[in-house]
């Protein structure tokens, strides 16, 4: 296991239309999240999940965003009817049972919503 | 609500030159602070993580110090590289069941060869 890994790296989408991400954290972490970053900021946190239990949402993730993680494994975040602001980087990252581990950080999935 | 903030946006510095970045946050309740390194277009490498209860923090040319009580971070890079150009960014996590991380816009370094 080398990593955090994302699919697919790059999304161009039309307005409107539905994507869907995944992420494959760490295979022994049990703590995942999900971030957006838009240019020249840093990233913003999403959602976060401790097995497959959603725990806490942000006010970013609107009612046309939904994350899963169904066996406390791998995860997907989709976006419902896209917009132009939906176009960022989005991160995944993923970190052990213990609090105190530091967040591993996937490649990201580049969304360019035209 | 944490903030982070880091000071300057962007930064060029000639080979060789020791330099530091800050980074300030707002609630000194903070649990750890990182720093990451983003290089354009990819996703973050984190550097470094100091714990609530540690003063600071090295690894090889880097070395990076906290203080809770005036809510300021650094991170220190000594004889700097060109391969270290890219952008760092500092990020405090939030006390209690996980780790609620914010970070700051990050500080864009170019080392000049």
């Known amino acids: 296991d080398t990593g955090v890994s994302q699919d697919p790296r790059h999304k161009i989408t039309k307005r409107g239309q539905n994507v869907t991400f995944r992420c494959d954290p760490i295979?022994?972490?049990?703590?995942l999240y999900w971030y957006r970053q838009t240019l020249g900021q840093g990233p913003e946190f999403l959602t976060y999940?401790?097995?497959?239990?959603?725990?806490?949402k942000s006010r970013l993730l609107s009612d046309r965003f939904s994350a899963e993680r169904p066996k406390g494994s791998f995860s997907t975040l989709e976006i419902q009817r896209t917009e132009q602001g939906d176009s960022a980087m989005y991160l995944c990252?993923?970190?052990?049972?213990?609090?105190?581990?530091?967040?591993?950080f996937g490649p990201g999935t580049r969304l360019t919503v035209l | 609500k944490q903030e982070v903030t880091q000071i300057p946006a962007a930064l060029s510095v000639p080979e060789g030159e020791n330099l530091v970045l800050n980074c300030s946050f707002t609630?000194?309740?903070?649990?750890?602070l990182q720093w990451f390194r983003q290089d354009p277009g990819k996703g973050l490498t984190s550097l470094l993580l100091?714990?609530?209860?540690?003063r600071e923090q090295t690894s090889g040319r880097l070395n990076a110090s906290l203080d809770k009580s005036s809510g300021r971070s650094t991170l220190y890079i000594a004889a700097s590289q060109p391969g270290d150009s890219a952008t760092y960014l500092c990020?405090?996590?939030?006390?209690?069941?996980?780790?609620?991380?914010?970070f700051g816009t990050g500080t864009k370094l170019q080392v000049i060869p």
């Open positions: 990252a993923s970190s052990g049972r213990d609090a105190t581990d530091t967040q591993y």
């Open positions: 295979s022994e972490h049990n703590r």
């Open positions: 999940f401790q097995n497959e239990a959603q725990l806490e």
């Open positions: 609630d000194s309740a903070i649990y750890n």
């Open positions: 100091i714990q609530s209860s540690q």
């Open positions: 990020a405090g996590s939030s006390s209690g069941g996980y780790q609620k991380v914010t």
